[in-house]
């Protein structure tokens, strides 16, 4: 027969064996309500003669998919001067003022034509592979494109875009996707801008087809920002 301290022991034990699950399940419940890891701050790079309003649609999907306002930014600047004297320098100063800002450690670029030059040679040149984490092209004149001869006479960013230039021949020197940065392009096969449309993807990133869209479509495009925002989450 069991003592009265024996019985309150037994009743004590059965007690926690049945209240047990319960913190195990609402520990569980906990993840099942924690928000998916926090995402990188995303850096728009606007392309030529183009200003940050670009970006609008893009904008709006990624806030659709959960971003929040303080993790968008979009980089302005004057595209008529060069991309690794000067460009790709800002860029990064920008990119160290939304590190600080966000307290991320690395955040992903999201680049549309002339701004995928500047962003490639930051990455490259700049340290910026040590702090991007995924980088995207859309419709980036990455080996160069004929229609810049139209302007290089006078513009050192259409110079900076004719196929063999410095910085087209320096950024496709050795590794054209180098560091652990993920490298995504978007290009289409009706690009105006860009000839020839092979210019736009990279030995070494996922180079995705859209069809048959004018060069400043893709910002636009359902199908193209899907794409990005899937890369953007792997």
Known sequence: MLTPRQRILAFLTLCLALLAPFPAQAA????ADTPAAARNPVVFVHGYNADPGVWGSLREDLRADGYADSQLFAFGYD???SVNEVLSGRLAAYVD???QQTGAARVDVVGHSFGSLVSRWY??????AATVDHWVSLAGPNHGTSTAWACALWDQ???DMTPGSYVVKNLAAGDETPGAVKYATF????????????SVPL?????TPVGCL???DLLGDEATSAGVRAFLRS
């Open 28 to 31: 569980a419940g906990r993840v």
């Open 79 to 81: 595209t008529h001067q």
């Open 97 to 99: 003022q939304v590190r």
């Open 123 to 128: 990455v490259k040149y700049g340290g910026g």
């Open 157 to 159: 960013a259409c110079r």
């Open 187 to 198: 290009w289409s096969e009706c690009d105006e801008v860009v000839n020839p449309d092979s």
């Open 203 to 207: 030995s070494g990133a996922l180079n």
């Open 214 to 216: 004018k060069h400043n």
